[in-house]
């Protein structure tokens, strides 16, 4: 069995501020191989971006990894140097920001910030460097690219800048594309020809994605594996097909049954109840036990341990036991 492109191990980020400890990523484990995508899900403050930024080593303080490794071909980047980071960084694993108005520096121009990424992790000539940024342009479907390099970010409408930051990210042929909350700022129309060149571009250069988004239906059709995020740890975790069709930890539930149907026009949509977890002081048993409508006293009191649905399929919430107990008693009254 070859080995995984990157491979995150018991991973602990933290921010330590006035309140305490934030426990923002708290030991989560994952593999992805080559050429696969990604999808990690889950509601605001749940640890995705902070997962991200500590594959990319681009915490800022207070943040910090305290524990865990990640490696990349089998090398522990948690302990690269910086001038190693800066290798690392565009030319291995690249990632798209959320806003590509703020990712992208109004004082230069287009052309320009492609150029800088370009001759900062390749050894190509600024005329080679040059007509790589007009190449990537017109890959990732942008009009009229040769006027767009002579231009500025807010010229250019919000789609537009998004295939820009696509553009950048994929200029240095990373083996590895970050999406976070890739088309959070854009209409459904630009949202869907987005994700539809993100797979497209998957598929020309082979290259493996992490998919980072809070709405599951987005990466419906996208992902290989799912990873299902809440309070800083993986609460479910499967293929795209067993997260969707047999989904077996009530978070993951709460966050289906709020994603609107087309089949299903007069059905109200059923929010999760309650409040995110205070990640300062995590309580000892499940963190999602106090807005889950099942829960039971052992869900307050324990940590579940993630239990095998079937062979392509983990979840980590007390009710698979149950069920497994349930089954069982009833077959022993049969």
Sequence with gaps: MSQPLLQVKDLCTSFD????????????????????????????????????????????EPGRIKSGQILFNGEDIVKYSKLQMRQFRGKRVSIIFQDPMTSLNPTYTIGNQLR????????????????????????VGVNDPQKRLNQYPHELSGGMRQRVMIAMALACEPDILIADEPTT???????????????????????????????????????????????????????????????CHEYTKGLLRSIPKLDSKNERLIPIEGSPVDLTCMPAGCAFAARCDKAMKICLKQLPQEYWINDEHLASCWMNVKKVYDEAAKGGEA
Excluded at 121 to 131: F, G, L, S, V
Excluded at 223 to 233: N, T
């Design 185 to 247: 700022a854009l209409d459904v129309t630009i949202q869907a020809q987005i994700l539809e060149l993100m797979k497209d571009l998957q598929k020309k250069l082979g290259m493996a994605i992490i998919m980072i988004t809070h709405d599951l239906g987005v990466i419906a059709d996208m992902c290989d594996e799912i990873i299902v995020m809440y309070a800083g740890r993986i609460c479910e975790r499967g293929t795209a097909d067993e997260i969707f069709y047999n989904p």
């Design 17 to 60: 501020v006035e309140s305490g400890e934030v426990r923002a990523v708290n030991g989560i484990s994952f593999n992805l191989d080559k050429g696969k995508v990604l999808g990690i899900v889950g509601e605001s403050g749940s640890g995705k971006s902070v997962t991200a930024y500590s594959i990319m080593r681009i915490l800022v």
């Design 116 to 139: 800088e990424a370009i001759l900062l992790h390749t050894d190509r000539t600024k005329e080679q460097a040059n007509a790589r940024a007009l190449e990537m342009l017109q890959l």
